[in-house]
């Protein structure tokens, strides 16, 4: 996609908005009232629609909002579906509510991941999710991606006992429970802030990847007021897209307005949690597709918690079709779709091929951007940090949050370099040429890392921009000083090859020993994940024979791929950096280095 077209494409999602504009309802019209059933305390997990009230978005539709807080022991949908409010915020577990006959319908989404976990203190000795068994834990109401969680792990429901939820962190604390479910965008601060150390267990572990926090409303709002719900779709999305635009803001007009529980620290917590799962700088909100639905509910079909043989359309669930493909939700996204096909071709050169055609749908293009295996960051012309992915969050250590609009040479480049590396950056916004640059950067440890640049400036309209991608060139120093192991192996003495095997060997252990416990994933993912290593199906079950021969001195190769392996650590290592035996790892990693 070019510049030129990713504005084309702007402008035309852009032109049924603006047509709609002119069919809200005249202010000095009579408000129509209607409720919100919130399905937790005032916090800003409900920032959009207060700022849609408080910037007057509901207002511009005609509507004036009351927002109901939760109450324990009381579920929301059935309060909506009794008649106490006419839209509600629930989960996933809508799904199942309209399989049962529940008249629901989903608007839109909020949550583009859901924050629904489980959780454990680490002296409890629970830290694998399958020895929640016969064990306590405090279960809000509408979890059944959890319990799907479970029973996909082995973990039947009727083999815990499930207490009603407190909302509150107390029980869990206390002892009084074994596990609970929390959303990870505020219990977690709960338990840092009172330095507990705890294992969290997420359905995406297991492959369950469900929406959150979507607005909801009933058959008979649709059937008696189709407007009114589209309305409050509308104004409640806007509302959401000013509050993530304006964080401080929000959180402040939350602490004047709203009774809550939480300081300010944690609510920009929370906020900074919510938009990773929201992805609101690259999704609009209320955005969903029809498939991601599919597979939610295949998830809930393989559990059982819906029937095979379905009686209900998924069509009639989702009441507003949505485009097939996101809406920008900035203007700086814009730019990044215009260049997300120069991310693909650098990515290829650098070895790391993730499209086949240009082509493919821009929501892949989202997924590569953000799960680049390298640091990419979009930096203006006075080289403030405009976006970056979580790969460069990884490497460099800070969240986008803490960085965001900071000058990116002062805050990475090392002094020495950063002259030389400023200088390159102003002939490359000049001449609008690209280049590539090895250079040292800075890390939040402090530690040093050698890193090659690939830089791609652009100019839209008088703005000038610079796209960078970085590679972190010490683990392909690491392969070039490995590169004559095999030719010592094959010449040296049988006692110092038995030795270098072992460390082979010692070393695929400990990664998957890490892995496991790090990612509650298996050593298929690791395979599948890392793709270093062949996974192959037996009569339907996934195996990993080639790994499998690295795990014991009396199967590995005589000639081993001794790459493969040191890569495996790489990953490891990337992936799982505050893992108590990661530093172990490196270590065991360098001393085969020096064999």
């Known amino acids: ?104 319908k989903v608007l839109g989404v909020i949550l583009q991941h859901s924050p629904l976990a489980l959780v454990s203190l680490k002296d409890s000795g629970i830290d694998q999710v399958e020895k929640l068994t016969n064990r306590t834990v405090m279960m809000e109401q509408g979890a059944s991606e959890l319990l799907a969680y479970l029973m996909r792990k082995g973990v039947k429901s009727e083999r815990i006992h499930t207490v009603p939820h407190s909302f509150h962190t107390t029980e869990l604390t206390n002892k009084t429970v074994d596990a609970m479910s929390i959303y990870t965008t505020t219990e977690l601060y709960e338990l840092e802030q009172k330095k507990l150390n705890y294992y969290i267990f997420s359905p995406r572990n297991a492959g369950i990847d469900f929406y959150g926090d979507n607005l909801f409303t009933t058959e008979r709002i649709i059937q008696n007021h189709p407007d009114l719900a589209t309305r409050f779709a509308q104004a409640s999305f806007e509302g959401w897209q000013y509050a993530m635009n304006h964080i401080e ?30 992805r609101s700088n690259l999704i609009k909100p209320g955005y969903m597709t029809f498939e991601r639905w599919q597979h939610i509910q295949a998830a809930y079909q393989e559990q059982g918690l819906i029937p095979e043989d379905l009686n209900r359309s998924l069509n009639d669930f989702l009441y507003q079709p949505n485009p097939e493909e996101p809406e920008s939700s900035s203007y700086l996204t814009i730019i990044i779709l215009g260049l997300i096909t120069v991310i693909a071709v650098l990515v290829a050169i650098r070895g790391y091929i993730f499209l086949q055609r240009a082509s493919r749908a821009r929501k892949q ?106 590679i972190d060139t010490s683990e392909i120093r690491q392969l070039k000083a490995l590169a004559l192991a ?34 509650e994933l298996s050593k298929i993912q690791l395979a599948d994940q890392s793709r270093l290593w062949r996974v192959s199906l037996d009569n339907g079950t996934a195996k990993t024979r080639t790994l499998d021969k690295y795990l014991s001195l009396e199967t590995i190769p005589k000639n081993p791929r001794w790459k493969n392996v040191i890569q495996t650590a790489n990953f490891v290592i990337r992936q799982c950096p505050s893992h108590p035996m990661t530093n172990e790892l490196k270590t065991l990693k360098q001393k085969y280095q020096n064999l």
């Open 365 to 470: 293009l989202y997924a590569m951007l953000d799960h680049s295996p390298i640091p990419v960051m979009l930096i203006d012309e006075q080289y403030r940090l405009m976006q970056w992915n979580h790969k460069a969050e990884k490497t460099f250590g800070w969240h986008y949050s803490e960085v965001k609009f900071q000058n990116a040479l002062e805050l990475l480049i090392i002094p020495t370099h950063r002259i030389h590396f400023r200088k390159a950056l102003e002939n490359a916004l000049k001449t609008q040429t690209g280049f590539d640059l090895i250079n040292k950067v800075q890390t939040r440890k402090g530690d040093t890392l050698s890193c090659s640049w690939s830089i791609a400036p652009f100019q839209v309209q008088s703005h000038r921009y610079l796209l960078c991608m970085a």
């Open 249 to 278: 803001e929000t959180v402040d007009h939350i602490l004047k307005n709203y009774p809550t529980s939480r300081d300010r620290q944690a609510l920009l917590y929370e906020a900074s949690s919510m938009r990773d799962l929201m």
């Open 1 to 104: 996609m070019t510049i030129r077209s990713a504005f084309i494409l702007f402008f035309v999602h852009l032109i049924p908005l603006w047509l709609l504009s002119g069919q809200t309802v005249a202010q000095t019209s009579p408000l129509t009232q209607v409720r919100l059933q919130m399905k937790w305390d005032h916090q800003f997990q409900f920032a959009g629609y207060y700022m849609a009230q408080a910037k007057g978005f509901y207002q511009q539709q005609g509507i004036a909002t009351q927002f109901i807080s939760a109450k324990p022991n009381q579920d929301p949908v059935t309060n909506v579906l009794n008649g106490n409010a006419e839209f509600g915020i629930g989960n996933s577990e809508l799904m199942i509510r309209y399989h049962q006959g529940d008249p629901v």
């Open 486 to 519: 095999p030719k010592k192996v094959g010449n040296c003495k049988k006692d110092d090859k038995q030795q270098f095997l072992a460390g082979l060997v010692e070393i695929m252990q400990l990664s998957l020993l890490i892995w496991e416990e790090e990612m």
